[in-house]
């Protein structure tokens, strides 16, 4: 059984500050690893995807890898109020092609101005 | 920028009876998915689609689902014989393109069976 696991939250953060998100798998041959943003009564938004080992940034938002440790995570820098959403870690085993996505439950972030 | 998009936003349905959830997903994408999202729990994957047949299907996708794409453009879900259990919101997905692995999602349809 596939797993994927986020603190439920709320996680609480100042405007201006780094938000920090956090996301734990068990399938160990998961190959793709993707971040989805999802405001309260609409879709996913994707916002980041990550396949390797390291780092991947995109303007604000940084994406964490560590297979080894099973781990992924999404930095938010300087966190705006309009980030306030639940973020939500998504897991797929293939590298590409039609698996569907295992998400976790999400973590619902409250960026305070 | 392209996007995923579905009909209806919202369906009534009473419990027992048939409903067809539709979804146009983008153009250039091969792969489609269909999802689904319980009020206040996470999302599920119900079916992914390439090349005119199912590619995966999650314990959820049982008898009373199936998809088609009958034309070009169009991706459906079926419910044969809703039940209350069925009420949620259900997300059609699709990838493709340039980046094979990340899919996009439609707006939803709200099913509520009564």
């Known amino acids: 059984q596939k797993e994927v696991e986020q603190n439920s939250g709320p996680l609480s953060v100042p405007e201006g500050a780094i938000a920090s998100l956090n996301c734990t798998y068990s399938d160990r041959v998961s190959q793709s690893f993707f971040w989805y943003r999802q405001y309260s009564g609409k879709s996913p938004e994707l916002i980041m995807s990550i396949y390797s080992n390291g780092d991947k940034e995109d303007g604000r938002f940084t994406a964490q890898l560590n297979k080894a440790s099973q781990y992924v995570s999404l930095l938010i820098r300087d966190s705006q109020p309009s980030d306030s959403a639940t973020y939500l870690c998504a897991v797929r085993t293939a590298g590409g092609g039609a698996d569907g996505l295992t998400f976790g439950k999400g973590t619902h972030l409250i960026i305070q101005p | 920028e392209p996007e995923v998009t579905q009909t209806p936003s919202h369906q009534v349905t009473q419990m027992g009876q048939e409903v067809i959830l539709r979804c146009v997903p983008i153009?250039?994408?091969?792969?489609f998915y269909w999802y689904r999202q319980i009020l206040g729990q996470k999302v599920e994957f119900l079916v992914s689609?390439?090349?005119?047949?199912?590619?995966?299907k999650s314990e959820i996708f049982d008898d009373q689902f199936s998809v088609e794409r009958p034309d070009g453009s169009n991706f459906t879900l079926k419910i044969r014989s809703t039940k209350l259990e069925d009420s949620a919101m259900y997300f059609c997905?699709?990838?493709?393109?340039?980046?094979?692995?990340?899919?996009?999602f439609g707006p939803g349809t709200r099913l509520t069976v009564t």
């Open positions: 997905a699709s990838s493709g393109g340039t980046a094979v692995s990340e899919q996009y």
């Open positions: 153009s250039n994408h091969l792969y």
């Open positions: 689609f390439y090349n005119n047949e199912i590619s995966e």
